[in-house]
């Protein structure tokens, strides 16, 4: 009997009606039976095997759920579960840091740009900004500045699955550059007991707060966090915040998403698996080294009886030491134990850490830095594989949904302050990407820079760089080459890619080497 087979289509009985077309016309009826069980036969096989009700998948649970629904309710622990294996599992907690290091690094740099150039109105800002952001002017907590609070706020969304940050005004005797500061939270802050229709279109789901169109209008932030164990239980109360003052930040992975989830969700049983799988083997390993060997009796005592307590007697040693020899007494014997062997345990691990490095959509090498099995052009493949989620991570939640709700606040705090700032926007550059090989990577950007395939701003920018900084710097370092005469084997105005001088001008006379 084969136990994957797709049932077989049920006959329905005869009705009234097949009974009467039966009688009258036995042709019509057998047509009819016909139509009836090719129905039944199409009904049965025209449709996804994934969708199939056979015992293969009978205890596969598959509920239609939509995002919020399937994530609130499994939301808190999912949370206590990650917040555990990063702090106790070696792998989660670098593969946290590895994605923390690769989104954010020593940080993103803000330049303030104006659609009309003004440098002196530019530079003004910039230090405004520089004086806020680049220090601990910008955090709440007075600890950090923008590139630690993005580093915090990352590692807070790939350990708890989102973050919020939340927009703090302070007074003008505060002393700061604008009054504002940002501080991050926990999402253990959101409420999660407001839920329900509010009777007037509106409704909250998992502590937000939506308008009849869908729109978020406010957080309910509780005033402390609910795992505080100093803090007391029957305090805790929720506010209502204007949904301007704060930043929810998350990977939406499901369309109508409005909380996230840890991103190490899907590999959780497979990291506390072989988490329970290495205490075991090394648990079988010590107690099989305990047992060095047995001695038992040559020959069965007279009178034993089998209930006889054993071990060691008081005149007996109970243990071993290098060069030891023993003397036994007649009739005794020794067998030492042979411990068993771990056997597959390297299979199984890289086995289990390539799913988990998986998960958090990051490569195997670089979450367990095992390299011994890799050469240079699968290094690659999979370096640009996963440099493609750090570029759509930058993208859709730092950028997008942090940093320019930031600069949107920065600017309205210089508001605040009466420094106009308008028509300003800020430019984000992500920090630097490092070369694999630059004996191939640079030649292969200047060939592409000079066939017109980018520009020398774009390839600055994506190697973390700001093109305006880097050309001033370069137009002072001319100057002062000029200045003094001096002809360096880097500079391309006098010295060609062989190494050779340029040939001058005819109305030019030939440059002086150093």
């Known amino acids: 009997m084969n136990i994957n087979a797709e049932p077989k289509a049920s006959r329905q009985m005869p009705n009234v009606i097949d009974k009467v077309v039966r009688y009258f016309n ?12 090719a129905m039944d036969y199409i009904s049965n096989t025209r449709r996804f095997d994934g969708a199939s009700n056979t015992s293969r998948f009978e205890q596969w649970r598959r509920p239609g759920t939509d995002a919020n629904s399937s994530i609130l309710p499994s939301l808190p622990r999912l949370r206590n579960a990650a917040r555990d294996l990063t702090r106790n599992n070696p792998w989660a907690e670098n593969a946290t840091r590895v994605i923390i290091n690769n989104t954010v690094g020593a940080g993103i740099t803000g330049t303030v740009a104006l659609p009309v150039e003004n440098v002196n109105r530019q530079k003004n800002l910039q230090n405004l900004w520089w004086n806020w952001a680049e220090t601990t002017e910008i955090d709440a907590s007075g600890q950090l500045d923008l590139a630690g609070l993005l580093a915090l706020a990352m590692t807070t969304i790939v350990e708890s699955g989102e973050v919020i940050i939340r927009r703090r005004y302070r007074r003008a005797s505060a002393g700061l550059t604008i009054p504002v500061q940002i501080q991050v939270l926990e999402p ?8 329900g229709d509010l009777g007037t279109g509106g409704y909250i789901r998992g502590g937000i707060e939506y308008s009849p169109r869908g729109e978020i209008t406010h957080y309910w932030l509780r005033e402390i966090h609910p795992g505080d164990q100093g803090g007391m239980w029957s305090s805790i109360t929720s506010f209502r915040i204007r949904a301007s003052e704060i930043i929810h ?7 109508g998403q409005g909380r996230g ?9 497979r990291l506390k698996d072989f988490d329970d799988y290495e205490d075991a ?5 010590k107690l099989a ?3 060095v060997g047995m001695i038992h009796d040559m020959a069965t005592p007279a009178g034993a009886t089998g209930l006889e307590k054993t071990g060691p007697t008081e005149d007996q040693k109970d243990y071993f030491q290098p060069g030891m020899m023993e003397l036994l007494p007649p009739g005794k014997d020794i067998k030492f134990s042979s411990p068993p062997g771990v056997t597959n345990y390297k299979e199984y691990g890289v086995f289990n850490l390539r799913g988990a490095a998986a998960a958090f959509g990051i490569t195997y090498e670089a979450m367990t830095g095992d390299y011994s099995n890799v050469n240079y052009s699968s290094s690659r493949m999979g370096w640009l594989e996963m440099n493609r989620n750090f570029s759509r991570w930058q993208h859709t ?11 949107a606040w920065f600017f309205g705090g210089l508001t605040i302050s009466g420094i106009d700032s308008q028509g300003a926007f800020m430019k984000w550059t992500p920090p630097k990407r490092e070369m694999m090989d630059p004996t191939k990577e640079v030649p292969a950007a200047i060939k592409a820079i000079r066939g017109g395939l980018t520009s020398m701003e774009r390839y600055h920018s994506s190697m973390g760089n700001d093109f305006t900084e880097v050309m001033t710097e370069i137009e002072a370092s001319n100057k002062v080459l000029d200045a003094k005469k001096i002809i360096l084997d880097t500079d391309p105005r006098n010295v060609n890619m062989s190494g050779g001088l340029n040939e001058p001008a005819d109305d030019e006379p030939p440059p002086q080497t150093a």
């Open 26 to 37: 036995p042709q019509a009826a057998l047509r009819r039976e016909q139509a009836r069980v």
């Open 188 to 195: 253990d802050y959101l409420d999660e007991t407001k839920d």
């Open 249 to 255: 930040a998350f990977d939406p992975k499901r369309a």
């Open 261 to 269: 989830y840890p991103w190490c969700a899907a590999a959780i049983r």
């Open 281 to 285: 083997q090394l648990t079988r390993q």
């Open 289 to 291: 080294a305990c047992f």
């Open 397 to 407: 939640i730092l950028r997008v949904q942090i940093l320019n709700r930031i600069g």
